[in-house]
């Protein structure tokens, strides 16, 4: 009776946990997207005390006085002001079927930026500005623009960053399931370690941050899409977030994904909304 | 549209000058990635600068200068002044620009 | 014609035409006087002589040079000079192991002021040098920048 009793305990422990494990894969239990927020402003602001929270939207140069002071010599008068000049050029001169990129946006696309990325209910995917730049084209007959090496395309994100700055980021997460897998997806994305040298980006940005790589200090994980389009001095010109996700991976010695490919959309959705709370303060030059 | 931007400033008597150049400001010691061929040097080598037509600055630049260029230099003047800055590279491009100092 | 007096003429030459009138202000006339002898120099004491000839030169605090003591990136490296003399005539800001010293020169007038700043690109870590000629005398002011190596800034 013993033996048949223990039998029946084990039988019903056992009927437990699978029925716990049968939840747990088909309701994942996830910390909510604040939760993640709470948790990784808090671990900043362990880190760094000193350091205030608006400031983080300067990347590096708000925990490096020596490197803070440099910069703000080039921001004084920035080399991307020529790009912002341009960019409002093109952003302002009329498709050949007269309409202009104002009539794809919000508030005629100007003060904009802070809204990005964001889940479209309808469409069912991420949008984010550089997509929603050459959507706009598409719908207008224009044949899209590169991500890549600047251009067009980093000198309208430039323009159109440039009228938000000082507008604060608050990327909602509908409570919808696609739009919370993409940025459970994104975020498993920043904590993965990929690559021939094992990183994860989490693995400088936030576990390493402040610690030099080679001669560069690594930069907080909040705050990085705030600042986007860069000016990159090193190579002298725009660069878009998606096109620094594939320099980022191909430092590590990873395949870098496609520009608005699913992995770095769902990416810029999870950066940006850790982001919450910060100023837009594109374009911005960064090494 | 012009290559070139300018700010100019009164303070106390001063005029502080600001200037940033569009210009690529290659070395010539620079290979192309792909081709392997030197990228040739173009630069620009002198830029004049006045005030109402007066000479205040002239500038010798090298290769060393970094690529979409920063000048500031300081002159004593007023607001209103008509500041012209003259740049020329070592192929021969040229460009200028006047503004008016706040 | 040596080295120095070729200096000398150009430099006279751009303030001759910079004083007569402005419409003499010419892109060819300016690029006559850019001094390519001192340029051309690979190593600092040789740019140094083009430039002064035998003029002796002078540590001096009343030049400020600023630059920062770790470079960010040796692509766009801030430099700004202000000197605390009268009658300057010229400044010139050298590198010391770049592949040409001489990065720059400004020539001064009685208008202007003797402050001026740019950006410059530094290939190593090495001296800066901003000298400044004053009543015919040289002054100079050194700094080390160091320029590391990146690793994802690049």
Known sequence: MIIGNKIILIFKKFLFLLIVCFFSINIPVYASP????????????NSFPNTPFKDYNNGAYAIDAGLREQWESIEDFPPYEINVENGEKLFNTPFKNGNTYSSCFKNEGIGIRQNYPYYDEDKGEIITLELAINNCRKNNGEKPLSYYKGGDMGDISAYMAYTSRGKVFDIEIPNNMDALDAYEQGKKLYFTKKGQLNFSCADCHVWQTGVTLRADITSPAIGHPTHFPAYRTNT????????????????????????QSEEY?????????ISNGLEANGPSTRK | MSTIKIRARENNGSVTVKALIKHPMETGLRKNKKTG????????QEILATANGKEVITVYWGPAVSKNPYLTFSYKGAKGDKVELLWVDNKGNKDSKTATVK | MNRRNFL???????AVIGTSAGILLTPKNLYAAWPKAAFDKKDLSGALETIYGGTSRVESTKVELKAPKIAENGAIVPINVKANLKNVESIMIFVEENPQPLSSG???????????????????????????????????????????IGGCGG
């Open chain 1, 34 to 45: 604040e939760e993640d927020l709470a948790e990784i402003r808090e671990y900043f602001n």
């Open chain 1, 236 to 259: 002298g010109r725009m660069v878009t977030l998606h096109e620094r996700f594939a320099q980022c991976l191909n430092q590590i010695r990873a395949k870098p994904y496609r520009a």
């Open chain 1, 265 to 273: 959309k769902n990416l810029e959705y999870y950066m940006t909304f």
């Open chain 2, 37 to 44: 061929d030197v990228i040739p040097p173009h630069y620009i």
């Open chain 3, 8 to 14: 000398k003429k150009t430099l006279l030459t751009t």
């Open chain 3, 106 to 148: 400004y020539k001064l007038t009685s208008l202007s002021e003797p402050k001026i700043g740019t950006r410059l690109k530094m290939g190593k870590t090495t001296k800066v040098m901003a000298a400044v000629k004053s009543d015919g005398k040289i002054y100079t002011a050194s700094q080390e920048v160091q320029v590391t």
